[in-house]
């Protein structure tokens, strides 16, 4: 069974640009949720979407925002872009996502964003 | 807001040696589940546990959740190089809400 698979693996961009992350979640499962991993942060919960529609949002600016399509595969989009969002970028799927009950998350590779 | 509050942060021990981990909230949780995240790559489950005071053991990885599932533990016994990583917990309420993580390095 293939695993969370996110692209790219690795984006360059520079300040004020906008960049669009890629997850496609495991098949079956219909939750996708993205995280910004920093060393000084930890794990910072951006999103969760479920059947295409976002079900719980954590505190990022409105910069930060997400799609899921019919196909559970989700797309993030960050735009003008800042220095600090230079982060691990991970997505996780589930079957039935947060809330559920005993809905353990499996995690992408994560896509490295660093901005100059 | 939950929290989760693990220890310590960074974690340095010999080859052989034993550890615990600790994960810790004043929230109840409906489950909670370790990962272990090695560079470059994204956090694997390792456990789930769910019931209060439930004990699950994993070769030489025990965890434990609390019986208020409030907190939990992660027990290493004999630790070798191959356990070296970001240990991470995750606590299932409403959202996920994870701890900051515990660096373990293991010398040979």
């Known amino acids: 069974k293939a695993g969370v698979t996110q692209t790219p693996r690795y984006l360059i961009k520079t300040r004020g640009q906008q960049v669009t992350l890629s997850c496609s979640p495991i098949s079956g499962h219909r939750s996708v949720s993205w995280y910004q991993q920093t060393p000084g942060q930890g794990l910072q919960f951006l999103f969760e979407?479920?059947?295409?529609?976002?079900?719980n949002k954590g505190n990022f600016p409105g910069r930060f925002s997400g799609r899921q399509f019919s196909n559970s595969r989700s797309e993030m989009n960050v735009s003008t872009l800042e220095l600090g969002d230079s982060a691990l970028y991970l997505c996780?799927?589930?079957?039935?996502?947060?809330?559920?009950?005993?809905?353990?998350?499996?995690f992408g590779d994560g896509t490295r964003l660093s901005i100059l | 807001t939950q929290l989760l509050e693990q220890s310590p942060q960074f974690l340095s021990i010999q080859e052989g040696e034993n550890l615990t981990v600790y994960c810790n909230s004043s929230?109840?949780?409906?489950?909670l589940q370790w990962y272990r995240q090695e560079p470059g790559e994204g956090p694997v489950l390792l456990v789930t546990v769910v019931t209060g005071g439930e004990v699950k053991k994993l070769k030489r990885l025990t965890f434990q959740f609390g019986d208020a599932r409030k907190d939990s533990s992660l027990h290493i016994t004999a630790a070798q190089p191959g356990d070296t990583g970001l240990y991470l917990c995750a606590g299932e309420g409403n959202d996920m809400c994870f701890g900051a993580g515990t660096r373990l390095t293991v010398k040979p």
């Open positions: 979407y479920f059947s295409e529609t976002q079900r």
């Open positions: 929230s109840v949780f409906s489950s």
């Open positions: 996780a799927s589930s079957l039935s996502g947060q809330g559920a009950g005993n809905q353990p998350q499996h």
